[in-house]
């Protein structure tokens, strides 16, 4: 009898086990696919770059100067793994193909770990089919003509962030369930990790659990506080590992400015910053017309499943005082902190778009998610929409997505790079929007590096997830410019004043192109 139980619950792991692998390749492969539609960004190229140096052996990038989120424990490893694995195979290293398998494998990540966090704490299969049902329309599927939806299809965005966030906060739960202290090791491993990649998990996670330390009165106050000791330690022990990397040779980061908004602003940022939660949830349907926005409206729900499950977690917390959820109080703070931090600093102001602020809120996307899965996963009513909304989407994801591929570089560029590869020489100057594609794309036989117009009317080098270099690297070789119409960095007056006169003109496509013999001595600035 009892050999009958083992064996079926074995069996039952196993298929579960079984079951997962292949939903999750399914899904892998779908991810790249839709990955593959969307275009990519001089930013998810430049930082492909920076791998391919780490896979070369610079794995302390000594001369690249990076964005404050460096993504050097994420996107930057991804990328240096994936190019080897991918030469291992007899394939170009440099493959643009990976430019959307990275991507795909971050977001698959963050998926399967919303689902891990959240299964692991729910027990019966009904509840756990309620909680993917809750799940599946806002990570899974998302709505996909949203312009949010376009974010998720590229790498360097945050998603890595995303994955140690959420296993810092579960295992800073599990620490405080059981005591045991290689759960207190991992969340600060963890949490180091994340915050070396990226300094909003310092807010959204280290932030969260020291806040969830001082409100959880019914712990041990010995565990509370080796947990707020534990992420200050991990904090401050990933700025540490960041500053002696740049002073004694590594990357540099660009200096993040980090200021309160002004008071005037205040009421704006808020707007901004829920306006964000909606185009997160693809629930932003304002401007448009009202028959061709149904699935947009319907979305409206799952952002109101989510901010009652908040409320209901918030209100739990209050009444029991002293005994407050952990994960779920967790994800709500960190979801708070990280609305609260946005809406109080400049960085509404300076992005602009309600489009490039969303993606500071990702990490309250994914509490919000996982803490509405956790809340509802039994309320049939709940989970009935959430099911109608998924279908829905689907429906109007395979009506709207792109028929084809849009590859790496549009049909201009490509034929730019076939004339650039047969007739020019391999070093150039071109606009940062398309620079890296184009030496992507090239497979590493182009090397062009961005530039941008000075206020002295002259071109210098944009440093910029780039190596440092100037102009006198072109010293005794012949180059290029690359000059993109209508304008983009800098147009033909401040090549001329900072190259002077080309020995060439030509023009392919929308470029014009300056060609510059191994012996021009020119009128640089740099």
């Given at each position: 009898?009892i050999s009958k139980?083992?064996?079926?619950?074995f069996s039952f792991?196993?298929?579960?086990f079984i079951a997962?692998?292949?939903?999750l390749t399914?899904?892998l492969?779908?991810a790249v696919?839709?990955?593959?539609?969307w275009?990519?960004t001089?930013?998810q190229a430049?930082?492909f770059?920076?791998?391919?140096?780490?896979l070369?052996?610079?794995w302390?990038?000594?001369?690249w100067?990076l964005t404050?989120p460096d993504f050097w424990?994420?996107?930057?490893?991804?990328?240096?793994l994936?190019?080897?694995?991918?030469?291992?195979?007899g394939?170009p290293?440099?493959?643009?193909f990976?430019?959307?398998?990275?991507p795909?494998?971050?977001?698959?990540g963050?998926?399967a770990?919303?689902?891990?966090v959240?299964?692991?704490?729910?027990r019966?299969?009904?509840?756990r089919?309620?909680?993917?049902?809750?799940?599946l329309?806002?990570l899974a599927?998302p709505?996909?003509?949203s312009?949010m939806?376009?974010f998720?299809?590229?790498s360097a965005?945050?998603m890595g962030?995303l994955?140690?966030?959420?296993w810092?906060?579960h295992?800073a739960d599990?620490?405080?369930?059981?005591?045991f202290y290689?759960?207190l090791?991992?969340?600060?491993?963890l949490?180091?990790?994340g915050?070396?990649g990226d300094p909003?998990?310092?807010?959204?996670g280290?932030g969260?659990?020291?806040?969830y330390?001082?409100?959880?009165?019914?712990f041990?106050l010995r565990?509370?506080?080796?947990?707020?000791?534990a992420?200050l330690?991990a904090?401050v022990?990933a700025k540490?590992i960041?500053?002696?990397n740049?002073?004694?040779?590594g990357?540099?980061t660009?200096p993040?400015?980090?200021?309160?908004a002004?008071?005037?602003?205040?009421?704006s940022?808020f707007?901004?910053?829920?306006?964000s939660?909606?185009?997160?949830y693809?629930a932003?349907?304002?401007?448009?017309?009202?028959?061709s926005t149904?699935?947009e409206?319907l979305?409206?729900?799952?952002?109101a499943l989510?901010?009652?499950a908040?409320?209901?977690?918030a209100r739990?917390g209050w009444?029991?005082?002293?005994?407050?959820?952990?994960?779920?109080?967790m994800?709500l703070?960190s979801?708070a902190?990280?609305f609260v931090a946005?809406?109080l600093?400049?960085?509404i102001?300076?992005?602009g778009s309600?489009?490039?602020v969303a993606r500071?809120?990702?990490?309250l996307?994914?509490d919000?998610?996982?803490?509405?899965?956790?809340?509802?996963p039994?309320?049939?009513?709940?989970?009935s929409?959430?099911a109608?909304?998924?279908v829905?989407t689907?429906?109007?994801?395979?009506r709207?997505l792109?028929a084809h591929?849009t590859g790496l570089?549009?049909?201009d560029d490509?034929?730019l790079l076939?004339?650039l590869?047969?007739?020019?020489p391999?070093d150039?100057?071109?606009?940062w929007?398309s620079?890296?594609?184009?030496?992507?794309?090239?497979?590493g036989?182009?090397h062009i590096?961005?530039g941008?117009?000075?206020?002295d009317?002259?071109?210098?080098?944009?440093v910029h997830?780039?190596?440092?270099m100037?102009w006198?690297?072109?010293d005794g070789?012949?180059f290029?410019?690359?000059?993109?119409?209508p304008?983009e960095?800098?147009?033909?007056?401040e090549?001329?004043?900072t190259?002077?006169?080309?020995?060439?003109?030509?023009?392919?496509?929308r470029?014009t192109?300056?060609l510059?013999?191994?012996?021009?001595l020119?009128?640089?600035a740099?």
């Amino acid at each position: 009898m009892i050999s009958k139980i083992f064996l079926g619950s074995f069996s039952f792991r196993n298929g579960y086990f079984i079951a997962s692998i292949i939903g999750l390749t399914l899904y892998l492969v779908l991810a790249v696919y839709v990955c593959s539609l969307w275009p990519k960004t001089s930013d998810q190229a430049s930082y492909f770059l920076a791998g391919l140096d780490v896979l070369h052996g610079n794995w302390r990038l000594h001369d690249w100067v990076l964005t404050p989120p460096d993504f050097w424990t994420s996107d930057i490893p991804l990328s240096a793994l994936l190019s080897g694995l991918w030469h291992l195979l007899g394939r170009p290293a440099g493959s643009p193909f990976l430019l959307m398998v990275q991507p795909a494998i971050l977001w698959v990540g963050v998926v399967a770990s919303a689902f891990s966090v959240v299964f692991l704490r729910l027990r019966g299969i009904e509840e756990r089919l309620g909680a993917a049902t809750l799940l599946l329309p806002v990570l899974a599927f998302p709505l996909m003509r949203s312009p949010m939806a376009y974010f998720i299809t590229l790498s360097a965005i945050h998603m890595g962030a995303l994955i140690y966030g959420l296993w810092a906060l579960h295992w800073a739960d599990r620490f405080l369930s059981s005591g045991f202290y290689r759960s207190l090791a991992a969340f600060a491993v963890l949490l180091c990790l994340g915050v070396i990649g990226d300094p909003l998990l310092a807010v959204t996670g280290a932030g969260a659990i020291i806040a969830y330390a001082f409100l959880a009165q019914d712990f041990a106050l010995r565990q509370r506080g080796l947990l707020v000791l534990a992420s200050l330690a991990a904090t401050v022990l990933a700025k540490a590992i960041l500053h002696i990397n740049a002073v004694t040779g590594g990357f540099a980061t660009e200096p993040l400015e980090t200021r309160f908004a002004p008071w005037e602003q205040l009421g704006s940022n808020f707007g901004t910053s829920v306006r964000s939660i909606l185009l997160l949830y693809g629930a932003e349907p304002f401007g448009q017309a009202v028959a061709s926005t149904i699935p947009e409206c319907l979305r409206l729900f799952l952002v109101a499943l989510a901010l009652t499950a908040a409320f209901k977690i918030a209100r739990s917390g209050w009444q029991s005082r002293g005994q407050i959820a952990a994960f779920p109080m967790m994800l709500l703070l960190s979801a708070a902190l990280n609305f609260v931090a946005l809406a109080l600093s400049n960085r509404i102001a300076l992005d602009g778009s309600p489009i490039a602020v969303a993606r500071y809120l990702f990490p309250l996307w994914i509490d919000l998610a996982c803490l509405t899965a956790l809340v509802w996963p039994k309320k049939g009513v709940a989970v009935s929409l959430a099911a109608m909304i998924l279908v829905v989407t689907l429906i109007t994801d395979y009506r709207n997505l792109p028929a084809h591929s849009t590859g790496l570089l549009s049909s201009d560029d490509n034929q730019l790079l076939s004339r650039l590869e047969r007739n020019l020489p391999p070093d150039g100057v071109g606009s940062w929007w398309s620079s890296g594609n184009l030496e992507v794309a090239s497979l590493g036989k182009m090397h062009i590096y961005p530039g941008m117009k000075q206020g002295d009317g002259t071109v210098a080098p944009f440093v910029h997830i780039r190596k440092k270099m100037d102009w006198h690297s072109f010293d005794g070789k012949a180059f290029f410019v690359l000059i993109p119409h209508p304008e983009e960095t800098f147009g033909e007056a401040e090549a001329l004043r900072t190259f002077g006169t080309p020995a060439k003109r030509l023009t392919e496509g929308r470029y014009t192109i300056f060609l510059y013999p191994a012996d021009h001595l020119p009128v640089r600035a740099s």
